[in-house]
């Protein structure tokens, strides 16, 4: 084993492992360099000027981090409890949680709108009560985000809490710390990585969601109409304004995904 | 954990690469308003012709058409308007020219029971309303958009659903208070048609067609002379289509 492992630190890697990754990696290379063989270069900056790419960049912006929001407010607790608190069903507490991740979107978008729809299990009596409704409308769009996004930081936090000592906390508490200073001054530092890279995963699944979306949300530009159904719209009518967005896509979530990735690890 | 994971995920592909087997088969693209009368025009010709899969990949017809275009191995094309059509023939991807095989007009269409108390095209121009059509880019949204344009509505539309069955779900469900569909659309879902004035409404020819790269040619002839023949006109009728 040793030998092995220090053969490995200092030898090429095997050949084998290397075509395999290779191989692994061009599934998602490919696909970009489609979409880049295709781009309209010349009218890139005039495609990113028109209404829809504008609107549907800033909706797809806003909600998303609302979502991520929400996610930070909502997850870490539950993530906390799955992970801190013995309780009977635990198990299928966090199955429910995790479901979303497995669900295919659109089921998950007609689950909600059976429960949150002006006609759903909630949402008729809060429609009658407050004249609210969640569909066809941002928040809506929201909310779905929340639905498929969150599990990604509640599976990331709960890792990261059941990672760590709990010496750590004992120690501060011992110090004579009460829970929430220990809470925020030891727990939440000590998963520092784990809650960005969960909140980074949960931006990007929301700022990526179509499915859900569109089926709770329904699609109307500058109200529901996010950057992945602007895409999807747009293949259908205007191919050149659909890569240009896909593009967009791209370049949003790249630069958020690497930049705050070389900030938590600092590497490149 | 990661082990696991690599077992389903193998089991996926192995079941994934055993699925397309010996029957004969063929790939037929219909726009999805045509939905229950090609499940059974398929069915019936798939008993008129042993050993024979149709498969049925139903979308928005200019979501179809794009599939076409970038080189899906689809058989035949029905699409819900000749406009789309025109385009997968001016790309030269036709192996014949289109035949006309039904005829739709649009109704206004509105949940079970009508508890959104909608009776006219009017209505739709209230904001308080809940209104939906299908997206501009297909048949059915842009006909809807003729419809209203006709009658000199300017409705307050709250979503514009990517297809006719999308939309349909959400009137259905009572999520929306009404919308434009196809007139062929109202036995199939939960909803109540409202018929529109014929002098503001339009109608829609549904062309068909065999594509130049068919991975099976004849079967694909066979199955458009089905769709032309008699038994096949009267199952389009019974799902509310006219024929021509």
Redesign the interface.
């Known amino acids: 084993m040793t030998v092995n492992g220090r053969r490995r630190r200092t030898q090429q890697p095997p050949l084998l492992m290397v075509v395999l990754a290779t191989a692994g990696l061009g599934l998602f290379v490919l696909p970009l360099v489609g979409l880049l063989g295709r781009t309209p270069w010349s009218e890139l900056t005039s495609l990113f000027g028109n209404d829809t790419a504008t609107s549907a960049l800033r909706l797809s912006l806003v909600t998303s981090f609302a979502a991520t929001a929400l996610s930070a407010l909502f997850g870490v607790p539950l993530a906390w409890v799955l992970a801190r608190v013995e309780f009977p069903g635990r198990s299928l507490v966090r199955g429910i949680v995790l479901l979303p991740l497995v669900l295919p979107p659109v089921v998950g978008g007609a689950a909600l709108?059976?429960a949150l729809?002006?006609?759903g299990v909630i949402g008729e009596p809060l429609y009658s009560a407050t004249g609210f409704?969640l569909?066809?409308s941002t928040s809506g769009v929201v909310l779905a985000a929340t639905f498929v996004a969150m599990p990604f930081l509640v599976l990331t936090v709960e890792a990261g809490l059941r990672n760590l000592d709990p010496r750590y906390e004992a120690a501060a508490a011992s110090l004579g710390g009460g829970r929430w200073t220990v809470l925020r001054r030891v727990t939440l530092p000590m998963i520092a990585p784990s809650l960005l890279s969960g909140l980074v995963l949960t931006w990007a699944r929301a700022l990526g969601e179509f499915g859900a979306t569109?089926?709770f949300a329904?699609?109307?530009?500058g109200t529901?109409q996010t950057l992945p159904l602007a895409v999807?719209?747009a293949?259908?009518?205007d191919?050149d304004t659909a890569i240009a967005l896909s593009l967009l896509m791209v370049a949003v979530s790249l630069t958020v995904i690497v930049a705050l990735r070389d900030r938590w690890w600092g590497t490149g | 954990m990661t082990g696991r994971l690599a077992i389903l995920v193998l089991v996926a592909l192995a079941i994934g690469a055993c699925g397309g087997d010996e029957p004969e088969s063929l790939v037929v693209s219909a726009a999805a308003s045509l939905g229950d009368a090609f499940v059974e025009i398929a069915d019936a010709f798939e008993t008129a012709n042993p050993g024979v899969d149709v498969e049925l990949n139903f979308g928005g017809s200019s979501s179809l058409r794009e599939q076409i275009l970038e080189g899906a191995r689809i058989d035949v094309f029905a699409s819900a308007d000749v406009a789309t059509m025109d385009g997968v023939v001016a790309a030269g991807a036709l192996a014949s020219s289109p035949v006309v095989f039904a005829r739709n007009s649009m109704v206004l269409a509105v949940p079970q029971g009508d508890r959104g108390s909608i009776t006219s095209l009017e209505d739709l121009a209230d904001p308080a309303r809940f209104v939906g059509l299908c997206n501009p880019e297909v048949p059915c949204g842009s006909l809807a958009r003729q419809v209203l344009a006709n009658a000199g509505v300017v409705a307050s539309i709250d979503t514009e659903e990517p297809d006719v069955r999308a939309l349909l779900a959400k009137i259905g469900a009572g999520e929306l208070d009404a919308g434009i569909v196809y007139s062929s659309d109202i036995d199939a879902a939960d909803v109540d048609g409202i018929p529109l004035d014929p002098a503001i409404n339009v109608t829609t020819d549904y062309p068909i067609a065999v594509l130049a790269g068919a991975p099976s040619p004849d079967l694909a002839d066979r199955f458009v002379a089905f769709v032309l023949s008699a038994g096949a006109r009267e199952i389009l009728a019974e799902h509310g289509f006219g024929t021509p």
């Open positions: 709108l059976f729809g002006r006609r409704v569909p066809f569109v089926t329904g699609n109307l530009p529901t999807f719209v293949l259908e009518s191919r």
